[in-house]
């Protein structure tokens, strides 16, 4: 009896991990903005421009933002600001999952694959996360003034920014310019509003044991039904 129960528990431990991973792929799945985290400062560069400021210099508040899926508070993202140009936020927000390069290009995944999992917990490295994920979202690429920019920030005789967030978020884009062939780290989910800015949150890909622990509860779960179905058929005999 012990046995049984042990494998009854684990089928259905399992069960719900894979219920949980299946949830995902509800496309069009909505979800609420329930938190924001805050920097708390603001980037004043009077002779930088920013897409973001209303201003003909940049300043710059840099807000996360924590996405809950109205159906399952259990399922949440860390987000990011994806539409520099608004800066309008909605209550709910219609999820689309598995976002291709379409909506997410190469240069923002190698970003995120190069440089995201530092800024967990770091508001520092979210700040100019954010400011590299602008720059490769809507701009040239470049924090320094360029013809075509429009974002770029101060710099000293020596050509080094002013700002150690600017200089950090330089390196973000330096690493992720680097980083040319893609290893898929994440699943990319971006988070839409009508009038209002689009997010954006990414999730690690499962690893393969992961999957492989999923599909031997499937397994077992089945395994165990065939048992009962069994005894069963012995007693009604």
Known sequence: MKIKHALNTAALALTLAFAGTAHATQQGDQYTTTKSYSTNELLVDLDGNSIKSPAPFA???VATYEMVNNADARQ????YCFQPEIDKTASTYTATYWAGTSLVSDKVRALYETSYASTIGNVERQFSFQLALWELKADDGSLAKTDTGLQYFSVT???AFTDARVTLADEMLTKAADHKTLDGTYLYTVFTAK???TLIGAAPVPEADTWAMLAAGLGLVGFVGRRKSKKSEKFAA
Do not use: E, M, N, Y
């Open 157 to 159: 005789s020596t050509g």
């Open 195 to 197: 009038d209002s800015q």
């Open 76 to 79: 949440t993202f860390l987000a």
């Open 59 to 61: 300043v710059i508040g």
